[in-house]
């Protein structure tokens, strides 16, 4: 494999090409929508690299790879790469396994009475600012509207959102800080 260029200088009249080589503006809704993408999968890096806990950072980079498919998938609207590419498929396993990481940690949390104040550890308080961001692409996904995104992505991201509330709160207890109730 070659060396990958790092500017390329064809953005620079604010265009950018989508896999199937579309030219579209940068503001275009698809970009922003796993642009938002992107920015939740920097912030779960923050997360990970603040987590003193070996398993939640090893789901956590599971979870970065997983982001890396949905944009993938997202810059993809004729959906030339996903039947290519097996690391760019996210299915419905994929949300299953969502499900069983938020009911293996809800087992070892206490149950959830009210709201809580997002914070905690570093950790913690980057996994609660992950959800939001997490929450934020979903809107910007959902906004492209009937047809023109996969709905299993919507899932995912759905899921997701619900996850990374949990894992805030689970790394939060393994570090014996407290969720403080609103």
Same mark, same amino acid.
């Given at each position: 494999?070659?060396?990958?260029?790092?500017?390329?200088?064809?953005? $620079?009249?604010?265009?950018?090409?989508?896999? +199937?080589?579309?030219?579209?503006?940068?503001? +275009?809704?698809?970009?922003?929508?796993?642009?938002?993408? @992107?920015?939740?999968?920097?912030?779960?890096?923050?997360?990970?690299?603040?987590?003193?806990?070996?398993?939640?950072?090893?789901?956590?980079?599971? &979870?970065?790879?997983?982001?890396?498919?949905?944009?993938?998938? &997202?810059? @993809? %609207? /004729?959906?030339?790469?996903?039947?290519?590419? =097996?690391?760019?498929?996210?299915?419905?396993? $994929?949300?299953?396994?969502?499900?069983?990481?938020?009911?293996?940690?809800?087992?070892?949390?206490?149950?959830?009475?009210?709201?809580?104040? %997002?914070?905690?550890?570093?950790?913690? /308080? =980057?996994?609660?600012?992950?959800? =939001?961001?997490?929450?934020?692409?979903?809107?910007?996904?959902?906004?492209?509207?009937?047809?023109?995104?996969?709905?299993?992505?919507?899932?995912?991201?759905?899921? &997701?959102? $619900?996850?990374?509330?949990? &894992?805030?709160?689970?790394?939060?207890?393994?570090?014996?800080? %407290?969720?403080?109730?609103?």
């Amino acid at each position: 494999m070659g060396v990958v260029k790092i500017y390329t200088r064809t953005g $620079d009249t604010g265009e950018t090409a989508l896999f +199937d080589g579309t030219r579209v503006r940068k503001s +275009d809704r698809r970009v922003d929508a796993y642009g938002h993408i @992107d920015e939740l999968n920097a912030t779960l890096g923050l997360a990970r690299a603040s987590s003193t806990d070996a398993a939640i950072a090893a789901r956590i980079e599971r &979870l970065q790879r997983d982001l890396f498919a949905l944009g993938a998938r &997202l810059a @993809d %609207p /004729a959906a030339r790469i996903a039947g290519r590419v =097996t690391k760019a498929a996210l299915g419905q396993e $994929d949300i299953a396994r969502l499900e069983a990481w938020i009911d293996e940690a809800d087992a070892e949390l206490p149950p959830l009475r009210r709201f809580i104040l %997002p914070g905690g550890s570093v950790a913690g /308080a =980057t996994l609660h600012l992950a959800r =939001t961001i997490c929450r934020r692409a979903e809107r910007h996904i959902v906004e492209l509207g009937d047809g023109g995104v996969d709905p299993v992505l919507i899932a995912y991201v759905n899921r &997701l959102s $619900d996850l990374l509330f949990v &894992l805030a709160r689970l790394v939060n207890a393994r570090a014996g800080v %407290p969720d403080v109730e609103w």
